[in-house]
């Protein structure tokens, strides 16, 4: 594949960096320890949260590898990670096949990887669209922490969240202030 026939797709670090926070870690459903770029939206999951944000491509089930994300996020400063230091990640692939070869790059910053050959969960279809004024669920507080640190890359100063409960067992929508386009979903906790 030529130069001009590659894919490419900009993303803002500060969008890497938080919605990495939703994925998986070591899960054995590995297409779940990625990030995907589906529906145009980056998006990850653990199964039990999910965050998602817009973003201009057409892809749908293309997914990032865990190691290839860590190892480039570390490649930045905390500060560069930050929405209002505008930087903007090249996302380039080889094709729009999961599969296929690919590389995030900034500057003289790069990481190579191949995307993971699965197919990454519905994720749209677990994000609540009606919401009854029912007792709150159980939330597990560390995955509460998460959207604040995921609200702090996305430009705010404290993490606030709103949280539109769907009664004890739905999945709740959250919603961050730092970024209106954020999505996030929280599965209460069940005993």
């Known amino acids: 594949m030529t130069e001009d026939t590659k894919i490419v797709v900009n993303i803002p670090l500060c969008y890497i ?33 999910m965050g ?37 990640v090249d996302l380039i692939l080889d094709s729009d096949e999961p599969g296929t070869n690919g590389s995030l790059s900034y500057s003289h910053k790069s990481i190579g990887f191949v995307t993971v050959d699965a197919r990454f969960p519905e994720w749209e279809r677990i994000i609540p669209s009606d919401y009854e004024e029912k ?3 159980l939330f597990n507080w560390e ?39 954020f999505i996030g979903v929280i599965m209460p906790m069940r005993f």
């Open 17 to 49: 960096a938080a919605i990495s926070l939703f994925s998986a870690k070591n899960d054995v459903r590995y297409y779940l320890n990625g990030l995907a770029l589906d529906a145009g939206h980056v998006v990850a999951t653990n199964g039990h949260f």
């Open 52 to 88: 998602a944000i817009p973003v201009k491509h057409d892809l749908d089930n293309i997914v990032i590898p865990a190691e290839a994300v860590k190892t480039f996020l570390k490649m930045f400063t905390a500060k560069e990670k930050r929405l209002d230091s505008g930087v903007i």
């Open 135 to 137: 007792p709150y669920g």
């Open 143 to 181: 995955y509460m922490v998460t959207f604040s640190k995921a609200a702090k890359f996305l430009g705010g100063k404290i993490g606030r969240a709103t949280i539109k409960t769907n009664g004890k067992n739905g999945a709740s929508l959250v919603k961050l202030n730092a970024l209106e386009s």
